[in-house]
């Protein structure tokens, strides 16, 4: 859908115009003593900020599913038919504004990852019988082969240093601040810096084998799975929706109370 495309483009736009909005209806209402402005503030936010709901909404029904984004819905449009605009704003805008900070959230987790991958080593100096040096990809380097590292390179695996001393950064694996000093028979990690000095090294674990490989995999593994609390979440909110409206109707029905039935699914937006 063009529209679902233009409002994803656009959604931080929207979720600046919501909240401009709703403080515009409270500063006119509350201190100014516009009402009339301030309820047509809220009109527009309540139209601004659920259009881009309601379609969310609409595509997961589409596909059998009744999300969060209906009842936040059905509570903005039982809202609005009341004349509640406050509450239909309000509701529309920190929906949007939770939604927004979760995908910040995310993003900025997805940064990290991929800033922690790109410190990986990604080639080596692989010193021959003859004493020369070529340098390959990392993916061709295997154990027990030597390595060179020079000055400002970054180890490409997990060795033991067989010639020269040299000081290593390694805040990349153990947060040290200060470089290390390493010397013929110490071990190195892959993803550590040589700040000075020439090492060779022998292999003793490449690739995903390193610390520095596991510690990336922990990474992306720990930002894959699911907490227990997230798990059983993502559980309860395929029934907290269908429950909210079914109370609400059975309220409406027991009470003939539109107004109580449309409150209680306000107050059931999460």
């Not at 859908?1 to 979720?15: E, G």
């Not at 400002?152 to 805040?171: H, I, M, Q, T």
Request: glycine letters at 8%; a negative charge.
């Amino acid at each position: 859908m063009n529209i679902q495309r233009l409002i994803k483009q656009h959604q931080n736009q929207i979720i600046i115009l919501s909240g401009v909005l709703v403080a515009s209806a409270i500063i006119s209402d509350y201190l100014l003593n516009l009402s009339q402005v301030g309820m047509w503030a809220m009109i527009l936010a309540s139209i601004v900020g659920g259009i881009p709901i309601m379609i969310q909404a609409y595509q997961a029904l589409r596909n059998k599913v009744i999300s969060i984004e209906l009842l936040v819905s059905i509570a903005v449009i039982g809202a609005f038919f009341i004349g509640e605009y406050y509450e239909s704003g309000i509701v529309t805008f920190l929906f949007l504004f939770g939604a927004y900070l979760e995908r910040r959230t995310i993003e900025k987790t997805r940064k990290s990852v991929k800033s922690l991958v790109a410190m990986a080593p990604t080639t080596a100096l692989i010193v021959d019988e003859s004493g020369e040096s070529e340098e390959v990809d990392i993916e061709f380097v295997e154990k027990e082969d030597r390595l060179l590292v020079k000055t400002g390179s970054k180890v490409p695996v997990d060795g033991l240093v067989l010639v020269g001393e040299g000081f290593v950064d390694e805040a990349t694996i153990t947060g040290e601040s200060f470089p290390v000093k390493k010397k013929i028979g110490d071990h190195v990690f892959a993803g550590t810096i040589l700040n000075n000095g020439t090492l060779q090294i022998e292999a003793q674990r490449v690739g995903e084998d390193t610390t520095f490989g596991k510690i990336i995999e922990l990474v992306e593994e720990a930002q894959d799975s699911k907490s227990v609390m997230e798990k059983f979440i993502n559980k309860f909110s395929k029934y907290y929706t269908p429950v909210v409206l079914i109370f609400a109707l059975v309220t409406y029905l027991f009470t003939q109370d539109i107004r109580l039935a449309i409150t209680i699914l306000v107050l059931g937006c999460p």
